[in-house]
């Protein structure tokens, strides 16, 4: 039988789409349930292992817990648009030009706004974290990378390789989406 922690490691090898992972207890269970195979040195979600945690990802269906990720992931949508175009202008100043990231004033107003939209998400999260305790990791990430962009780090603002803002902000996003059962292809234009 499979522990929560076993599922735990399963939602971040999902979110992440391949993770290296030490083979503890949790991995070699999943490993040896189907649920996780070895891929290019890293683990993967096998077909089985992502039904699988589709319906422990997935809120109670017309629950109060449903109707509160139901209302974060509306406002999510909004503040969602803004964080693409904010990490648009983190890479290319007005013009079209590629950021440099020498011009600091310019640099700062986009961080300003990174900022900001992490204040307004913040609450909107934490209260669905009361309710699904998964949710709890996403505000701690995403305020340090926005202190290590604030630091001068300019990498964790977009970077794919490190969890960077846009990097968790999108693992939030996935996570949502399961937490309601949906997928994106079924989210407004």
Do not use: K
């Amino acid at each position: 039988m499979l522990t929560d922690r076993c599922f735990v490691v399963l939602h971040e090898v999902r979110l992440r789409g391949l993770a290296e992972m030490h083979e503890d207890d949790e991995v070699r269970a999943l490993l040896d349930a189907g649920l996780l195979a070895r891929a290019r040195g890293a683990l993967r979600v096998t077909p089985t292992g992502r039904d699988a945690h589709s319906a422990w990802a997935r809120v109670a269906p017309g629950s109060e817990t449903e109707r509160t990720a139901r209302r974060v992931y509306e406002r999510f949508l909004d503040l969602n648009r803004e964080l693409i175009r904010i990490c648009h202008d983190w890479q290319v100043l007005p013009g079209d030009v590629p950021n440099d990231h020498r011009d600091r004033r310019y640099d700062w107003s986009v961080i300003d706004r990174l900022r900001g939209l992490d204040d307004r998400a913040r609450p909107a999260v934490r209260r669905l974290a009361r309710a699904v305790e998964r949710f709890e990791r996403y505000p701690p990430r995403l305020r340090d990378a926005v202190d290590r962009v604030e630091d001068g780090d300019h990498a964790w603002l977009t970077s794919p390789r490190i969890d960077s803002y846009h990097t968790v902000w999108m693992q939030l996003h996935e996570d949502l989406l399961l937490a309601l059962g949906l997928d994106r292809a079924s989210e407004p234009g």
